[in-house]
């Protein structure tokens, strides 16, 4: 509630609808409740599949150059709906995406083994040429989620190709990094992952980090913990913990060809906090204008997600030798956003 006003603050979608009343190029008014997801293959899929469940949407729209294979993958999900909540799945068009509250992005060419997320970059950045061009002539006044890969990459493609304000496009960034963090530390120091609090920053990719120097378990300092559970060398801990997380993607397409279910359940979660407008705090991927030293490049920072898109950037506790890390990530993704044609000039 404003205090001056004596009026609670428009919601984005109540600002989409005054606005496109007043003029038809502004933003389209938004129904909260609906969702888009643009590529139904695996992450796509896995993903409207998790949504269903989560019962956050009473209407889901699956888009796919195929428009087959959406239609299938609507039509089976939906076949479930009669034992979760109640959930208008259907195949749809670009023009669906107009009023979704969050547009949900998993197009593109997968990762294939031996191949790194930035190896997809030029292959994909040409899919969301077109995708984008798509989203920005709707006027879309909802979030747009990124998940596809090179993540941080095609976030900033999509800042700069969507005609969306920068709090409103978000990357799934490494929300689901974090999460195998979590996992391998609490199941490497016997504890609730819930309880672990620890963040991985910089690039969803090799160039990542983890911000060892504020990660703590239920309040007590990681290393502190480690040394209370585990004992031995807590730098050797961390170099294995490391590896092991940068590798998990890799080791799970050289299994099984894909990952998708890990990813789908950190998209649930991102778009929860959207849909709740809970104000969590999330490492994804944002466009940054000068914090930390870093300006033209997207990748993830912890910032406050909640209806509006990003709400603020939490500066992380980082170290020096962790600041260096995070800005040398930055600079491999610039090195590779140099090297793009999106016909801006």
Known sequence: MDSTLGQATPTASEEAAMSSAQDPAAPTAVNDRKIAIVGCGFVGSATAFALMQSGLFSEMVLI???????????????HGTAFASPCDIHAGTYDDVADAGVIVVTAGLGQKP????????????????DIMAEIR????GGILLVVSN???????????????PEERVIGSGTVLDTGRLK???GERLQVDPRNVHARILGEHGDSELIA??????????????????????????????????????YEIIAKKKATYYGIAMAVTRICGAIARDEKSVLSVSNFLNGEYGLSDVALSTPCIVGKRGIEAR?????NYRELADLRASAATLKDVIAGLDLGLE
């Open 314 to 318: 939490m500066p992380p506790s980082l």
């Open 150 to 164: 090179p993540v941080d990459v095609l976030t900033y493609v999509s800042v700069k190709l969507s005609g969306m």
């Open 183 to 185: 996992h391998i530390l």
């Open 212 to 249: 060892w120097s504020s990660a703590h378990v239920a309040g007590i300092p990681l290393e502190d913990y480690f040394t209370m559970r585990a004992g031995g060398s807590y730098e050797q801990f961390r170099r294995e913990v490391a590896g092991t997380v940068v590798n998990a993607a």
């Open 64 to 78: 796919d150059v195929d428009a087959d294979r959406a239609e299938g993958e609507a039509l089976d999900i939906s």
């Open 114 to 129: 031996g191949e790194t997320r930035i190896d997809l970059v030029n292959k994909n950045v040409a899919i969301f040429k």
């Open 137 to 140: 002539s709707r006027h879309c």
